[in-house]
Structure formats: structure tokens, C-alpha cells
């Protein structure tokens, strides 16, 4: 036993501790993208159900400054104007931020998508392919979780084989 033990402590890949890790590390990883992503995502579906689109125009841009680790930045948002069915004109800062510089890429006059609550048409977000984001994160999550159980079962038929080619060996 002690030989073995002395093997692990030169080794640590060999030691149980280390395999039990590889496998639980992105077992908890996984858990917390697929619980976490799925909280975020219900919140997006729940908007996507109760909203409607639009095709709103940029009447703006505003400039922020933001916090970095080397100072600040200037981000660009557009400031948008859309109508809902009703025909009601309603205004928001879109999220999508450009840094472009001084033409910070937003045109006056230019037009994007949106969705718009149907209870609410305050509550506006810009549409695109960034509104999938949130589904990222549980995909990410079931992809390491079934990482984690085929590193199980690869840590298990190695101990397995090992047990063998030592028995053999006795």
C-alpha cells in the first residue's frame, strides 16, 4: 500500500484526489452555467412571448464613459424611436454599444429592429442575434456536464485497468 501511496505523491495525476477533481470541477462548472443560463433564458423567453417587433429609428446617440483597468472609455449608445400598434411614439437608449470613435457607427436617421413588451412598450430592448446570448449559457452548461460524466467513466476504466495490469502483475 505504501508504495503505491508514494507513486500518487510523485505522480499527482495518479492520485484519486486529482481524478475525482477532473471529474467533479466541471460537473459544478456545468451545474452552475446550466441553472444560471436557465434563469437568464426564462427571463428572455418571457419577454420574447409578451413582446412584439418593430422597426424602430436612431434619433440620437449617447456617449458614456465607462470604467476600465486602464481608465475610461467612451461607449456610444443609439438612442432609438419606434411606434407600437397602438401608434404611440415611444423612445429608448438601446443597449448595443459602438466605440468607434467620434462617428461611433450609430447614423441619425438609420433604422434597427426592436421588441417591445405589449403590456409595457416602454420596456424596449434591440432585436438581433445578440438576444440569443442568454441561451449560451445552458448549452455550455449540458456540454460540460456530460464532460464531467465522460470523464467519469474514462477515470473509471482507467482504475479499472489499472487494478488489472496490477493484479496480473501480483
Not at 13 to 40: A, K, Y
Not at 119 to 142: K, Q, S, W
Request: proline share 5%; with cysteine; hydrophobic share 40%.
Amino acid at each position: 500500500m505504501l508504495p503505491e501511496r508514494n507513486a500518487a505523491i510523485r505522480n499527482p495525476e495518479e492520485s484519486p484526489l486529482f481524478r475525482n477533481l477532473q471529474v467533479i470541477l466541471p460537473g459544478f462548472v456545468g451545474t452552475v452555467f446550466l441553472i444560471g443560463g436557465l434563469v437568464i433564458s426564462w427571463s428572455q423567453v418571457d419577454f420574447l412571448r409578451h413582446s412584439r417587433s418593430a422597426t424602430a429609428r436612431v434619433t440620437g446617440v449617447e456617449a458614456k464613459q465607462e470604467s476600465t483597468d486602464s481608465g475610461y472609455r467612451t461607449r456610444h449608445y443609439p438612442r432609438l424611436e419606434f411606434r407600437d400598434a397602438a401608434g404611440a411614439t415611444h423612445e429608448f437608449t438601446g443597449e448595443v454599444s459602438s466605440n468607434r470613435g467620434k462617428g461611433s457607427g450609430w447614423r441619425i436617421g438609420s433604422t434597427a429592429s426592436v421588441r417591445y413588451n405589449t403590456a409595457n412598450p416602454d420596456e424596449a430592448r434591440m432585436a438581433g442575434v445578440y438576444t440569443l446570448l442568454p441561451f449560451i449559457f445552458p448549452a455550455l452548461g449540458l456540454c460540460a456536464i456530460v464532460l464531467a460524466f465522460k470523464m467519469r467513466a474514462w477515470t473509471k476504466e482507467m482504475a479499472r485497468r489499472e487494478l488489472k495490469r496490477t493484479r496480473g502483475n501480483g
